[in-house]
């Protein structure tokens, strides 16, 4: 796939992202593959991404305020990247 890539003069952004979500799916099943504490472990992951996303939505939502990164994604705020960064934290603890 890189070959093609490079032949054809494309963007690397394709096979990088293949790469990415691979490396994920390799690592949630080596962390569930510890038995018990594995899943455990795995759901714990799935909480926290899923109360950082949630939280810094709705506190980008909620207060606004200057854009974090408008050309890659417009709707991400400041505050929104704050919320969810306490939100993390508080779900860690």
Do not use: E, H, N, Q
């Not at 038995?35 to 799935?46: H, K, N, S, T, V």
């Not at 909480?47 to 994604?73: C, E, H, M, N, Q």
């Amino acid at each position: 796939m890189a070959l093609w890539v490079f032949l054809r003069g494309g963007s690397w952004w394709l096979p990088g992202g293949i790469v990415y979500a691979g490396l994920t799916g390799i690592s949630l099943s080596a962390i569930r593959g510890d038995g018990d504490i594995g899943l455990i472990a795995m759901i714990f992951i799935f909480a926290v991404v899923w109360a950082t996303d949630i939280l810094a939505y709705f506190t980008g939502r909620a207060i606004g305020g200057p854009k974090l990164a408008p050309r890659i994604s417009p709707g991400k705020t400041w505050s929104g990247a704050i919320g969810g960064t306490v939100c993390g934290v508080i779900t860690w603890v």
